[in-house]
């Protein structure tokens, strides 16, 4: 068996995720002057709109940004109650909370770790205004079920779709089923934008237009055009007018800069072929530790199309050997491959324990939160750093 610090060096054989095309991208755009939101910014909304079959694609900082836009896209307000996942990065509840918003979770489905749509009606209150369906690792939540009570109770549907980019439930692109889909491109994710990023994607026209103001400090910056108010032309002859700025409310700076959508637009291109080879890995781990006692492997929706962004593992300490924490202090210290741990269950994060929420109240979450880690599963992962993995397993199960 190699020593600890082979996986170290073997991620750091795999080098940049970037590669010539997207070098050359960043050097034209610095020729132009590198603005923001500018043409890259532009044709990156249109060539993700068009990937994920939806009308409307906002480009922003960041997919925290997206869920913020979104929640202010449907109008939520102080008092209002939005439904999610315990099992989530904590950006996807921090957006309805920093709008005054109350958070609903809604324990997961132990299988899939997906929100249970079956645990869904019991939630619903008079204020609940969105449910906020978190398609974890890479695989979509079963939408269906989850659209079809919101209809019913006229909830708007916002996808965290932050981890799935280019994943599908139904043939149905992530994303494009809520009236608003997020995306994060931080540098961890299936495709990235320099480090940060992310995209909103809406068919709702007015949800698109309040997205596209507050983004950008309520002024209309491309796109549409910019409202002004004519200045007095008695002071400013015909032809040389010029205008002053108004705008329609308080809002923000969320732009992306032209650099990072020039990169966006090459990483979209090279997508489908990231993500079919982290679902390459995936079937080759799957296979290569189907016979660990104690393992739970995870399960692919008939369904779905998972895009893979991590690779859960379900330990059963028992029948393993070992205990989550004991077997990642162990890959780590021992074989030098750091595990996962996404996610402990935010009821449990003093930022929710103060909200009122207590431990055990989510019992599938929290299974999950004492026993799963997730492997690496990065697409550029060689079939050596995969087996090396794979071989680190076997020796600490039983
Ligand atoms: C499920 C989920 N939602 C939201 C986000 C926030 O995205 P960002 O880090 O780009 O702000 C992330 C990023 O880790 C995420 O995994």
Redesign the pocket.
């Known amino acids: 068996m190699s020593s600890p610090k082979i996986q170290h060096d073997l991620e750091i054989k795999l080098g940049s995720e970037y590669g010539p095309e997207e070098e050359q991208a960043v050097i034209d755009v610095i020729r132009q002057g590198a603005p923001t939101s500018g043409e890259a910014c532009i044709q990156f909304e249109q060539d993700f709109a068009a990937y994920c079959g939806s009308e409307y694609a906002r480009v922003v900082t960041?997919?925290?940004?997206a869920?913020f836009l979104s929640m202010i896209g449907i109008g939520i307000k102080p008092g209002d109650r939005v439904i999610t996942t315990p099992m989530?990065?904590i950006?996807?509840p921090a957006a309805p909370v920093t709008l005054g918003a109350e958070i609903d979770f809604v324990d997961i489905d132990p299988v899939t770790y997906n929100l249970d749509p079956g645990q869904l009606e019991a939630a619903i209150t008079p204020n609940t205004k969105a449910i906020i369906p978190?398609h974890?690792y890479g695989q979509c939540c079963d939408m269906d079920p989850i659209l079809e009570i919101a209809n019913q109770h006229g909830i708007a549907v916002i996808e965290?779709a932050?981890?799935a980019v280019g994943s599908q439930y139904k043939g149905r692109m992530a994303g494009s089923m809520g009236v608003t889909g997020c995306f994060?491109?931080?540098e961890q994710k299936n495709m990235s934008t320099l480090g940060?990023?992310?995209m909103i994607v809406t068919d709702d026209p007015n949800v698109y237009e309040r997205i596209a103001l507050y983004r950008s400090h309520c002024t209309r910056v491309h796109g549409r055009s910019t409202k002004y108010c004519q200045l007095d032309e008695s002071r400013f002859p015909v032809g040389k007018t010029f205008w002053w700025q108004d705008f329609d409310d308080t809002g923000y700076n969320f732009r992306m800069t032209d650099i990072q959508a020039a990169v966006g637009i090459v990483q979209l291109k090279k997508l489908d072929e990231l993500n079919q080879r982290r679902i390459n890995n995936a079937a080759y781990l799957t296979e290569a530790l189907r016979d660990v006692p104690g393992l739970t492997l995870p399960t692919v929706m008939p369904e779905c199309k998972h895009s893979f962004h991590l690779y859960p593992v379900m330990l059963d300490a028992e029948r393993f050997g070992m205990n989550k924490v004991d077997f990642v202090y162990a890959m780590l210290h021992e074989r030098g491959i750091k595990l996962g741990t996404h996610y402990n269950p935010l009821h449990w994060s003093t930022a929710f324990q103060q909200r009122g929420y207590q431990r055990g109240q989510f019992p599938n979450a929290e299974k999950v939160g004492e026993s799963l880690v997730t492997l690496p599963i990065n697409p550029r992962q060689t079939p050596e750093a995969l087996d090396y993995l794979v071989k680190s397993i076997h020796t600490f199960g039983q």
């Open positions: 960041n997919g925290t940004a869920l989530t990065w950006a996807t978190v974890l965290d932050c981890q994060s491109f931080h940060e990023g992310g």
